[in-house]
């Protein structure tokens, strides 16, 4: 997984932005829209909230043929999602891209976003 810097800048409250499709519109609306094209819409959703990590490599390599995964990821972190498989990533991985961004905007004004 590659990461990439964007410009930061906030959204009007209510809104998201995707900087990547450079939509713009709810949050709800967006989420739905990615979320009926992922490989997860026809998959039993507690493959993605294991208890151990044969479980996380099941939901990952479901994941792995998805094409949202982006969107996903950007979600589960915009929302600070603790818990399941999400953009392929685990709740580990979550929390190592969240520290990684936080390291690299400290005093640059720029945001990393999963490419």
């Known amino acids: 997984m590659s990461t990439q810097l964007l410009e930061f800048s906030p959204t009007i409250e209510g809104t998201i932005t995707d900087e990547v499709a450079g939509i713009t519109s709810s949050a709800e609306g967006a ?18 909230f294991p208890h151990n990590g044969v479980g996380v490599e099941v939901a990952k390599a479901i994941c792995a043929g998805c094409r949202v995964t982006g969107p996903c990821l950007e979600y589960a972190l915009a929302h600070r999602i603790e818990h399941g498989v999400w953009g392929g990533c685990s709740e580990r991985q979550r929390r190592r891209i969240l520290r990684d961004r936080r390291a690299a905007t400290r005093g640059t004004g720029l945001v990393a976003v999963a490419a």
């Open 31 to 48: 989420a739905s829209t990615w979320m009926s094209r992922g490989a997860c819409s026809q998959t039993n959703p507690d493959v993605f």
